[in-house]
T-cell receptor
């Protein structure tokens, strides 16, 4: 089954404790992206990747890191999480930049 | 002013009603996506269109590039259509998301 898998689905943690949200897709898609969704603001892009070893900043990259060492994986790293990063996060992939995006189920992060 | 405006923000309907959700955008685009976000949070891509009209089952999406406007129609609405519908124009190299229209369909 074609899918984008995110883990964990839920996480409550504390300020400053490094965390990684994993994202994996099995569709051989070149384009992958991370979004955060906050009430009243809609989805905003954090980082995206056009292909392996190619990543670029989206609209709200501060406080986040990503890597794309393999085509299927695109982890989101919060080196020193802060409460303003409490949000619902989505990973997505598509065969091309403007193609239909396949979304993961989301990761709800709460940073205390 | 937001680059993408959706209306209405909230919509309540009785089962069987015809639904229209509107999306206006202010930037130049090459395509536009309509997404559906279920109450559980998952997001599904419904349509990608760059001109004219597309139909999938009871869903119809239209776009007028010159007028910078798109509409999503649901015919014979059903309670399982209850969700947030998000318009996302594609500008240059990324999607720009509207804040969504929350639809509730009652039996």
């Amino acid at each position: 089954e074609a899918q984008v898998t995110q883990n964990p689905r839920y996480l409550i943690t504390v300020t400053g404790k490094k965390l990684t949200v994993t994202c994996s897709q099995n569709m051989n898609h070149e384009y992958m992206s991370w979004y955060r969704q906050d009430p009243g603001l809609g989805l905003r892009q954090i980082y995206y990747s056009m292909n392996v070893e190619v990543t670029d900043k989206g609209d709200v990259p501060e406080g986040y890191k990503v890597s794309r060492k393999e085509k299927r994986n695109f982890p989101l790293i919060l080196e020193s999480p802060s409460p303003n990063q409490t949000s619902l996060y989505f990973c997505a992939s598509s065969f091309a930049v403007r193609g239909p995006q396949h979304f993961g189920d989301g990761t709800r992060l709460s940073i205390l | 002013k937001n680059e993408v405006e959706q209306s209405p923000q909230n919509l309540t309907a009785q089962e069987g009603e015809f639904i229209t959700i509107n999306c206006s955008y202010s930037v130049g685009i090459s395509a536009l996506h309509w997404l559906q976000q279920h109450p559980g949070g998952g997001i599904v891509s419904l349509f990608m269109l760059s001109s004219g009209k597309k139909k999938h089952g009871r869903l119809i999406a239209t776009i007028n590039i010159q007028e910078k406007h798109s509409s999503l129609h649901i015919t014979a609405s059903h309670p399982r259509d209850s969700a947030v519908y998000i318009c996302a124009p594609f500008n240059t190299d990324k999607l720009i998301f509207g804040t969504g229209t929350r639809l509730q369909v009652f039996p």
